[in-house]
């Protein structure tokens, strides 16, 4: 997509979550899915290294962990540090899985690379029109007044600006989430949309692993200012098993209250199939549970995230063929396959 002189364009991601199951010495060799949302952070960066973009944002949990591994730390940040150096401005929005502070601070160090480690507001240049990017990192209380202080500790209105944008990491109202589509409405972690200034010309925001865009309230009011949410660059949860992942492409009409919206495009990255099956096991022989979850795995994609969930209490002598170890040589090298398989009180008093 062309985009206009007029315009600014922004390439929003987030909840890229680097380090799930990504040990740096695993202990069991099986496949891993790290790489995997490594490979996808880098999928969504490509348009920035490619110069199709003014800005990048990144709206929290770059990391699955506070504490993440040094070498899954050098990884990530490498991916930002490359868009930098070909001069596209990168801001990063502390979040919950890093408790609200990004690790290796000296692996951020870059004239264009910005962490939103307090409240505060940034502004660059952009042919000639000024962004201000305003933010805080992750909060467990957000609502009502406690929202309105910690936007306005970022001091956003200090200074003119061409366009304004709102980057943060929280759940918002009327966001929904899972496979029954929870939908938050209220809390002290849920912020009210119609808080927002309307001088804001969006609020990018992170956590909320589905991608959707809120323009309105829950009564039906407009919003002040559209809050996207890129979602997830992979699935973390079987709760998320059928949903889109990938990226956001936004273009801004900059002017003079602040900027607005004019246009927003999903981009969808590759997204491993995730299923859960339940295999009945009460009464069945060791041989022939084997043989039920191998013909199970072999109707789904070989690639496939698959979670059995065993029906019935299972006899003693079935249950090694319950393991770990068993489900891994019944399927593809190429499958992830878990079994969430608490040992019965009655099978574990047999033992």
């Given at each position: 997509v062309t985009m206009a002189a007029s315009q600014i364009r922004v390439l929003a991601v987030s909840d890229s979550h680097l380090g799930f199951d990504h040990p740096v010495r695993p202990r069991v060799e099986r496949r891993r899915r790290g790489p995997e949302f490594l490979a996808n952070l880098e999928r969504a960066l490509a348009p920035a290294l490619r110069g199709e973009v003014d800005l990048v944002v990144h709206g929290g949990d770059v990391f699955h962990r506070s504490r993440p591994p040094l070498p899954v730390v050098v990884a990530g940040m490498a991916c930002f540090h490359r868009v930098a150096e070909r001069g596209v401005p990168v801001f990063l929005v502390p979040g919950n899985h890093e408790r609200s502070r990004l690790p290796a601070p000296l692996l951020q160090l870059h004239p264009l690379l910005h962490v939103f480690d307090v409240p505060r507001t940034f502004v660059t240049v952009v042919r000639g029109?000024?962004?201000?990017?305003?933010?805080?990192?992750?909060?467990?209380?957000?609502?009502?007044?406690?929202?309105?202080?910690?936007?306005?500790?970022?001091?956003?209105?200090?200074?003119?600006?061409?366009?304004?944008?709102?980057?943060?990491?929280q759940a918002f109202r009327g966001a929904r989430v899972g496979l029954h589509d929870y939908c938050f409405r209220r809390g002290r972690d849920v912020v009210d949309g119609m808080r927002v200034p309307g001088e804001f010309a969006a609020v990018i925001c992170g956590h909320i692993h589905r991608h959707q865009l809120l323009e309105r309230d829950l009564s039906g009011r407009r919003l002040p200012a559209p809050v996207v949410m890129p979602g997830s660059v992979e699935r973390t949860s079987f709760q998320e098993q059928k949903e889109a992942k990938g990226y956001v492409m936004l273009d801004f009409r900059p002017d003079a209250r602040g900027g607005r919206l004019e246009r927003t495009r999903f981009v969808r990255l590759p997204a491993r199939t995730m299923a859960v099956r339940r295999v009945g096991v009460e009464g069945v022989s060791p041989d022939e549970l084997d043989q039920r979850l191998g013909d199970l795995l072999t109707t789904l994609p070989p690639d496939a995230v698959v979670r059995i969930e065993p029906l019935g209490v299972p006899m003693p002598e079935t249950l090694p063929r319950l393991s770990a170890a068993n489900l891994r040589r019944l399927a593809p090298r190429t499958m992830n396959v878990e079994l969430p398989f608490r040992m019965p009180e009655r099978s574990r008093a047999a033992r």
């Open positions: 029109r000024r962004v201000a990017l305003a933010g805080f990192p992750f909060a467990r209380v957000v609502d009502g007044r406690a929202f309105d202080d910690r936007r306005e500790a970022t001091r956003w209105r200090d200074g003119s600006a061409d366009l304004r944008l709102l980057c943060v990491h």
